[in-house]
């Protein structure tokens, strides 16, 4: 975890990352899409720069038009079930107990012993639970998932962009927005297994073919 937060500390949102965001704000989506009624941003990525790119186009610090299904690497939440607690960490790593296991790590102790008093507890009270990085797991259900595929199936458009669409269920939700007649357009870098359930495919940079097809 702490090499892959100093793999993302530090990037910033690109052109395709602002694209959407602009895309996302009914004032500057105006133009290209008047009659949007909503436009929701559903993210695989976990690291935030969507949200950032939209605090950057718009000004908004948190929106509901975007759902980062995957979590955020920059969060941290509760880890009892029955407590809701999250908030922002941007520590690196997220407690100084956690400093140099990735290195233990890399020398092939896949489970380095770190004392469970040195880790980040929450501060709710009658809490005091483990935290942990607000991130979905391998294996684990993604965040919001109920309320996006509610969203897809009422969709009439479903943008499909830079991904290879192999993960479950995120996958999926291309046939959902296709069996109620919404249309699907991929935007990637090559063709992806869903590229022939598409109405249109645009290969190439997202930054530049989101730019040249949506007029962002
Ligand atoms: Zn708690």
Avoid at 57 to 73: D, R
Avoid at 138 to 153: C, Q, T, V
Avoid at 155 to 183: E, F, H, I, M
Wanted: glycine letters at 8%.
């Amino acid at each position: 975890m702490a090499y892959l937060l100093s793999r993302v500390r530090g990037k910033s949102p690109n052109e395709a990352h602002r694209i959407l965001a602009r895309l996302c704000t009914p004032s500057l989506r105006q133009n290209v899409a008047p009659n949007a009624e909503r436009v929701t941003h559903v993210t695989q990525n976990v690291d935030g720069l969507s949200l950032e790119a939209l605090s950057a186009v718009s000004g908004l610090s948190s929106s509901e038009s975007i759902i980062e299904m995957h979590g955020n690497l920059f969060n941290v939440a509760c880890t009892a079930h029955d407590c809701s607690y999250t908030s922002k960490n941007t520590d690196n790593p997220i407690c100084p107990a956690l400093g140099g296991t990735e290195k233990i790590v890399a020398e092939g102790n896949t489970e380095p012993i770190v004392k469970r008093a040195f880790l980040p507890h929450c501060p709710e009270k009658g809490c005091g639970q483990l935290l942990r990085p607000d991130v979905v797991w391998f294996g684990e259900r993604p965040k919001h998932i109920e309320m996006i595929i509610e969203l897809a199936k009422v969709a009439d458009l479903c943008l499909v962009v830079g991904t290879s669409s192999l993960v479950q269920p995120a996958s999926r939700l291309p046939a959902y927005v296709r069996a109620n007649g919404g249309k699907v357009a991929v935007f990637n870098m090559e063709q992806t297994n869903h590229s022939d359930e598409a109405d249109w495919v645009f290969l190439g940079g997202c930054e530049v073919e989101l730019g040249r097809v949506l007029g962002l």
